[in-house]
């Protein structure tokens, strides 16, 4: 006996397994590979703006020396 069913708002599912045309499973993955083209592609620009205009700066930078006797007692 043959059954036909429905999704949650009652339309009637297609007969298909995957439920997907091969175009629509192409489209889409054509779309995610473009979105990781496109997100590592500003990935990379951010991190190269950031290496040229924003260099880093020293990690240790050396300020007035003090009396050894003065830095202890603080």
């Known amino acids: ?6 999704d949650a708002y ?3 599912l ?3 397994a995957g439920g997907k045309s091969e ?4 489209a ?3 779309l995610s590979r473009v979105g990781q083209y496109l997100f590592w592609l500003l990935v ?3 991190v190269s703006v950031r290496v040229i205009y924003y260099p880093a700066a020293p990690a240790f930078e050396v ?4 009396d ?3 830095a202890v007692t603080r």
């Open 14 to 16: 297609p007969d298909a």
């Open 1 to 6: 006996m043959l059954t036909e069913k429905f």
């Open 10 to 12: 009652g339309e009637v």
């Open 63 to 66: 300020g007035t020396a003090t």
């Open 68 to 70: 050894v006797k003065q």
């Open 28 to 30: 889409s993955a054509m």
């Open 23 to 26: 175009t629509a499973k192409a």
């Open 44 to 46: 990379i620009i951010i």
